[in-house]
């Protein structure tokens, strides 16, 4: 797992702080754990959490955590904790041989590997999780609690199952091994320095893991997977009485380990002096910096309501510093591309306060002066009144939303709160417990209060520079001398303080004429209502209350960038992102971003081969600013040059490494060869950034977005049909109309005819071949066609996954996309996708072609046909308990003409596949179609 964003990226490391639970907290100020969790702990040591939840509905998740992790292993043992992840998928007492494996198992319900049957490995800790297990499959939940307990401590771990596994697990060390990942183990072991840290990186040792000892990887199963560093959790539709029961009556039965070795707490030493490292690698596709100063967390056993406290304070502190360090960004020349300040999770028992930025070549020290100014700034005037305020009503407002949905908490969501308390003793309260917290603590929290936390994080021990960017003699990187030299600089300049500019009392200012329904119409298959608006904008509005707090306004017509000429193609496809930046109405995007401050309403446009499109969210109470929005997007649109010179420059700098990326090579590649060379298919690198022209943007957008006639609109949400319909009248009623109707044209980009095979030689740092093979066909876009391809893509990511993952050890795994395209031709479009090793590509790449063979010859397994159909079937049933269901079927109706809420469109085409039907399928999907084959392979020079 890793941390979001620009910033440190750690291999496996989850935002995990300290040692196993079991802690005691103050008594009188400790934070009551969620009364609806029934919790305790075994005779054998085994803790169990159990919780009731219906979100989604019929559904459950179990889950079994393990407070070992990678820092437990020997230096024989380096990657073991994560081959052991793998091995509990190949054979257990009660799921021992291929066809009664765990994951054969599950996936005759539907419950699919790597989406509902998953696991991973970090420093610290192992988790393991079946989600969304149907409740209503009769002996299905004992079947669940059987698999978490034969993960607990009856793995079979036979010496030819081991064998097996790896080459899978040397296709994921390769998988894995991407520039970041090698730049990040450039660094880490002196941001970790002396610590185990530092020397385990999840996956291990690729000599270890293809030559271990079978009993080296036993002795670490027997040692560290024991109930006293268990907990086993579950989170679902069922009587948790009754799941209690089982659970304490199957995991009793678990002996103890006598006498267990102790389990460690790793710690990472503190340093006085600032250290420094530069990372260099010839993939790198950016230049950065990063400031790390690392702080002790507060102890688990203090986690108490003042640490509830605290942690709103952080929230508001990084909100703001995102809200500061955002308006550089829109102004004038940016001094870096990207930029980030932050107080965080770092490793278990550390904290980090982290400043860093990401910058054009040659350019680190002013990005670094930059960035570190502003942290100074706070340092030395704090925040403003205004900034604060802001940054407690968007929290505010958050943490409303997230009370009034709280009804739709996902189990997983429930059993991740759960796995933190178990392994940190991270606070486990209910909802509302929290939510009257927010509101009891953060309206008294002061400027002070926050400002100071910069004085408290910015201390001069723990400091660690990194400086990260492409190999190259010629390039000029920050020094350490330097980067003291700004940090002494910054520490003795004068500072102004910031300027908060006020903001206006109300996004639209003038009366809007409206225009009433002159016709309505019910749509019963949908339970919706169609109104025709005196513009002749067309409104389509479904009340759904799935989720409560939530109200969504989409919006399409046709047209979209095949209208455009081919000198427009740039301005096209940055148009969505450069309007978001203009700003709206009278309001440039800083102040409209403050003028948002408190509310959820936001929405975008976007512009698709055939279409353009709005979409938008908001909370019911917000509404009509989200309509506000919509008003201001088509009548007042607002073109900012400053933010547009300040966005393109930086577009500019981010690509100007972005070569040395071999994803961003192998894409190009594939976007101009699948194209057929197409002239519009252009890649995305500096010139085309040149040619974007802010005239043509204006131009462009004036054209696209416009015509309220020429537009279908849909409301959807926990909004009343009165209050949806007269905020219809009033802002899209107050929408301009114009003459004539707009049409998409086919601009004829098409894949190649025929079979075209292609090896592309790439520089690359570790051999690597990459396998895409599209294929395209006509194919009518109907509702059988569209469920057939959804099958007939379950039945190949399991053949795949059991081919070339299982038997062959060859990948880590093979991505299969099926899709149908109704615009502007219709055709099928298919694209499967590996990782391997160079010397194999050959080979592997043969077995897709045989298994596809197959299919069309002899159809699927009647099993692997159920499994995917049962997959399909049970993720529709888990849709259609969301407000989004709605929105997607009504738009899909006018934009398509099918209805796919019935089930004649559906469910009874699924239900109704036999494998004859199947091999038909695929026979239309593959047999004539053409054919793109390419392999990206090292070339002389690779390492």
Known sequence: MNRTGRKLVLPGLLIIFFSFTAFAQNSGDAIPTDPEIRMGKLDNGMSYYIRQNHEPEKRASFYIIQNVGALLENENQNGLA?????????????????????????????????????????????????????????????????????WSNYLLLTEEEIDAERGVITEEWRTRRTAQFRLNWQFIPVLLEGSKYAERDIIGDLDIIQNFDYNTLRDFYHKWYRTDLQAIAVVGDFDPGVMEKKVIELFSQIPAVEDPPVRPFFEVPEHDNMRYVLATDREASQHSVDLYIKHRAIDPA?????????????????????????????????????????????????DVFSIGASFRQGEGKKAFEAIYAETERVKRHGFTGGELERAKAKMLSDWDNYYKERDKIDNDSYAGSIQQHFLINEPLPSVEYEYNKVKEIVPGISPGEVSSRAEQWMTGKNRVLVVQGPEGDSIDYLTENQALAVIENIENSDLTAYDDTGSAESLI?????????????????????EWTLGNGARVIYRKADYEKDNVSVNAFSFGGTSLVEDSYIPEAALLPTLAAMYGAGEFDNIALQKMLSGKKASLSV?????????????????????????????????FDREAHDALTTRFKALLETMNNNPQKIMQDSLTRIMSGYHPRARILNEEYIDDIEFEKIRELYLERFRDADDYTFFIVGNVEEDTAKMMAEKYIGSLTSYPGSDQWIDRGIRQPEGKIEKIIEMLLAVPKATIVISFSEDMEFNPYNRQAARAVNGILDIIFTEKIREEEGGTYGVSAAISLQQFPVQKANTIISFDCDPERANQLKSIVYHELQQLMENGPEKEYLDKAVNNILKNREESKQHNSYWMSVLYTY??????????????????????????????????????????FTPEQGGE
Do not use: W
Not at 619 to 627: A, G
Not at 911 to 932: C, R
């Open 509 to 529: 200012n003038n009366t809007l004429p409206g225009s009433e329904v002159t016709n309505a119409r019910n749509l019963p298959g949908f339970d919706a209502f």
């Open 894 to 935: 006018y934009l398509s003409g099918i209805n796919y809420n019935d089930p004649a469109n559906y469910e009874e085409i699924l239900k109704g596949f036999t494998p004859e039907d199947i091999k038909e399928a695929a026979i239309a999907f593959f047999k004539d179609a053409d054919v793109v084959d390419i392999i």
């Open 302 to 350: 203090d986690k108490n309501r003042e640490y509830l406290r605290e942690q709103y304070i952080r929230t508001l502190f990084n909100s703001m510093m995102s809200e500061r360090i955002d308006e550089l960004l829109q102004k004038g020349t940016p001094p870096f591309i990207m930029g980030s300040v932050s107080y965080s999770s770092f490793v278990r028992g550390y």
């Open 82 to 150: 994560h081959f052991l992840e793998h091995m509990a998928f190949n054979g257990t007492r009660h799921f021992p041989s291929k066809e009664k494996r765990i994951i054969s198992t599950l996936e005759k319900h539907g419950v699919a590997f790597g989406y509902n049957i998953n696991a991973y490995t970090a420093f610290n800790e192992t988790v393991y999780n079946l989600s969304d297990v149907p409740v209503d499959h009769p002996g299905l939940l004992d079947t669940c609690l059987l698999v978490l307990n034969d």
């Open 606 to 638: 976007s512009l698709s081969e055939v279409t353009e499109n709005i979409s938008g969210t908001a909370t019911p109470k917000d509404f009509e600013t989200l309509m506000q929005l919509l008003y201001l997007r088509f009548e007042k649109p607002r």
